[in-house]
């Protein structure tokens, strides 16, 4: 009955490399999330969508390319991996304005 | 945009001792505040949040006061326990349209038994 999960939790992989990590919720709630936390724990969000629709995009390089298939995933895609791209990445989930509820998170390494 | 700024950004305290954290934002418009805790290797939670209607909320250990006229508010932990050890995170939300949330940079709560 998890509410927002997201796979995979661990990835390791090399830079260049292109990789995806998945997200859905069973909330019902109409918008979707990421955000990336950085080492020193800094919560920085990356895109926005609402019902299937893009509403934020902050400067983030266009190597990161969100897909939401349907209102309930959102998948972020990341090509051409770099070292500055190790972090942890959160998803979250929440009916617009309110409270927003995240997911257990995918930690990245790029080596 | 909204910037908010959190203060302190590390907190020690003993067990049974009360913990105050810091927050203001630069955005009037703003109008919603929530604090998560996020427990080592885990997901950020909600743990309280106030709307600017209100000046002051309480759930059992935890209370956030809201100052509107200085866009400040803040999280106060009474009776501290080591479980209570964590990195806290204020946000704030606009009401208008899909606006997101602002973080502050987080305080790392450490609570000494």
């Known amino acids: 009955d998890t509410a927002v999960s997201q796979t995979p939790k661990y990835l390791v992989t090399q830079m260049g490399n292109d990789k995806s990590i998945k997200c859905e919720q069973n909330?019902?709630?109409?918008?979707m999330y990421w955000y990336k936390q950085d080492s020193k724990k800094f919560l920085k969000i990356m895109f926005s969508?609402?019902?299937?629709?893009?509403?934020i995009n902050e400067t983030v390089p266009n190597r990161f390319s969100p897909k939401s298939p349907d209102k309930a995933h959102l998948n972020l895609h990341i090509n051409s991996l770099e070292l500055g791209d190790s972090a942890v990445y959160f998803c979250?989930?929440?009916?617009?304005?309110?409270?927003?509820?995240f997911g257990p998170g995918t930690r990245l390494l790029v080596l | 945009g909204e910037n908010v700024e959190q203060h302190p950004s590390t907190l020690s305290v003993q067990e049974g001792d009360s913990a105050v954290i810091k927050c203001t934002y630069s955005?009037?418009?703003?109008?919603?505040f929530p604090w998560y805790k996020q427990e080592l290797g885990k997901r950020p939670q909600l743990i309280i949040d106030?709307?600017?209607?209100?000046g002051e909320k309480k759930d059992q250990r935890i209370a956030v006061t809201l100052n509107k006229t200085a866009k400040h508010f803040s999280l106060h932990i009474t009776e501290t326990q080591p479980e209570d050890s964590a990195v806290y995170f204020c946000?704030?939300?606009?009401?208008?349209?899909?606006?997101?949330?602002?973080f502050g940079k987080g305080t790392m709560l450490l609570v000494s038994p």
């Open positions: 979250a989930s929440s009916e617009v304005g309110v409270t927003q509820y």
């Open positions: 909330l019902g709630h109409d918008t």
């Open positions: 969508y609402n019902n299937k629709e893009l509403i």
């Open positions: 955005d009037s418009a703003s109008n919603y």
């Open positions: 106030i709307r600017s209607n209100v």
């Open positions: 946000a704030a939300s606009k009401p208008s349209g899909y606006s997101t949330l602002t």
